[in-house]
């Protein structure tokens, strides 16, 4: 069956390290994958996208990898800052579907002073 | 900035009760979608529509209608509410019928069916 997971438990980190978000999937071939930050009680917030031909996309602090052979997408945000803790969804694009996104769970990204 | 607007941040029905929900886009925006979203279930499309009076299923329709007369609008409709659509519901829109197009979100409708 088709599948996305993300890290299901929430990530705790330290003010100044790298945080490293995982994004799997099974079963698709997706042309495009988001990523998209979800503060408490508001709507997600497009971050990055990446094509399936790009390997790495860097936006300031932020940086997302894109592997296609093992089915797997990372989101890093170094140098991480509280003001980063939020909800981290990855999202699919299918081909010919219009723009269509299948989403991920989620991960909780929780940046401690 | 895109704007996408939607009615009611909270909202308490009743089973059995029609409900409608509404959404605006500020942006000339030919897609527009409607999640929900629950915990451990992550969001999950209702329905979608690329252009005016167009409609297509999600992945979870039942139980669910939409309706787009104008552009900017799009409305969920829960036809007969049960108390297992208690949810967060997130409307959103994006530009061209393209691919590689981010997806702007309003903050959701908490809906509480008792």
């Known amino acids: 069956s088709q599948k996305i997971e993300q890290n299901s438990e929430a990530l705790n980190i330290q003010e100044g390290k790298t945080a490293t978000l995982t994004c799997n999937y099974t079963?698709?071939?997706?042309?495009?994958l988001q990523w998209y930050r979800q503060d408490p009680g508001r709507g997600p917030v497009f971050l990055l996208l990446?094509?399936?031909?790009?390997k790495e996309k860097r936006k300031e602090r932020l940086k997302v990898t894109f592997d296609t052979t093992l089915k797997q997408s990372l989101f890093h945000i170094t140098a991480s800052q509280p003001a980063d803790s939020a909800t981290y969804l990855c999202?699919?694009?299918?081909?010919?579907?219009?723009?269509?996104?299948?989403f991920g769970q989620g991960t909780e990204l929780s940046v401690k002073p | 900035d895109v704007k996408v607007t939607q009615s009611s941040r909270y909202l308490v029905k009743r089973t059995g009760e029609k409900v409608f929900l509404e959404c605006v886009q500020d942006?000339?925006?030919?897609?527009m979608f409607w999640y929900r979203q629950d915990p451990g279930l992550g969001l999950r499309l209702i329905y979608f529509s690329y252009d005016v009076k167009m409609k297509e299923k999600g992945d979870i329709p039942e139980g669910y209608s939409v309706s787009r007369e104008k552009k900017e609008r799009f409305s969920l409709i829960l036809e007969s509410a049960s108390t297992n659509q208690t949810s967060m519901y997130l409307c959103?829109?994006?530009?061209?019928?393209?691919?590689?197009?981010?997806?702007?979100f309003g903050d959701g409708t908490r809906l509480s069916i008792l």
């Open positions: 999202a699919l694009e299918i081909y010919n579907q219009g723009g269509k996104l299948i």
């Open positions: 990446i094509r399936e031909n790009e």
């Open positions: 079963n698709y071939s997706p042309a495009y």
């Open positions: 959103a829109s994006s530009s061209g019928r393209h691919s590689n197009q981010p997806q702007h």
């Open positions: 942006m000339d925006h030919e897609n």
